[in-house]
């Protein structure tokens, strides 16, 4: 059975700093998801991605099939970047196996 | 607007007492699933559905049914709901099988069973 495992479990930044957020698994995937759960509750896909690098606005996510990593990045952290952020992944037809998420706090 | 929608969005009720949430989802999406999210065990699968009338168990579908009679709607139904139902449940959607497909969540239902 697939695990994802995230790293950090909490993370607390200043403002403006660089943030990592890691996501491993334990067998092979085709697509790996990057959601973000709001202190409200609502969850938003930031990325999905099977190969490569995505950018979006100060987000980056990267994977590396190969060694079952992926990692999203965060440049010039802000405040409004506080949320929970969860990778999932899927191998082929299965259904989304999900990380218990990284809980973000950025302090002004 | 494209969106995800469930009601109710909090529901408090009592054990034994059968219940329905609802989803709908307004971009003639395929595939829709149902989450529940707890403290420490992160969000699971309860069930899914890759199409009208085809639906499969999730990794967590014990004491809850689903159907997919109509693309846009996928009710969960909780025939005799039990405290350990107590939890945040989203509903998703996305185009195709869930990893070619961008997920768009609903807004959650915090149920609470005594």
């Known amino acids: 059975k697939n695990e994802v495992e995230q790293s950090p479990q909490n993370l607390t930044a200043q403002e403006g700093e660089f943030i990592t957020i890691n996501c491993s698994y334990s067998?092979?995937?085709?697509?790996l998801h990057w959601l973000q759960q709001h202190p409200g509750g609502g969850i938003v896909s930031l990325f999905m991605l099977s190969s490569g690098k995505k950018k979006h606005g100060r987000l980056i996510a990267t994977i590396n099939i190969q060694e079952k990593h992926s990692s999203l990045h965060i440049t010039a952290s802000h405040p409004r970047d506080s949320a929970v952020y969860i990778c999932a992944g899927t191998s082929g037809n299965t259904p989304l196996v999900f990380g218990k998420g990284t809980r973000l706090s950025v302090i002004a | 607007e494209a969106q995800v929608t469930q009601n109710p969005r909090y529901l408090i009720t009592v054990t034994g007492k059968k219940l329905t949430v609802t989803c709908s989802q307004n971009?003639?999406?395929?595939?829709m699933s149902w989450y529940r999210q707890d403290p420490g065990l992160g969000l699971r699968q309860i069930y899914y559905s890759m199409n009208v009338e085809v639906t499969d168990k999730g990794d967590v579908p014990e004491g809850y049914k689903v159907s997919r009679k109509e693309k846009r709607n996928f009710p969960l139904i909780l025939e005799s709901p039990s405290p350990n139902q107590t939890s945040l449940y989203f509903c998703a959607s996305s185009l195709r099988l869930a990893p070619l497909g961008e997920q768009f969540f609903g807004p959650g239902t915090r149920l609470t069973v005594l």
């Open positions: 971009m003639n999406h395929e595939y």
């Open positions: 067998v092979g995937i085709s697509a």
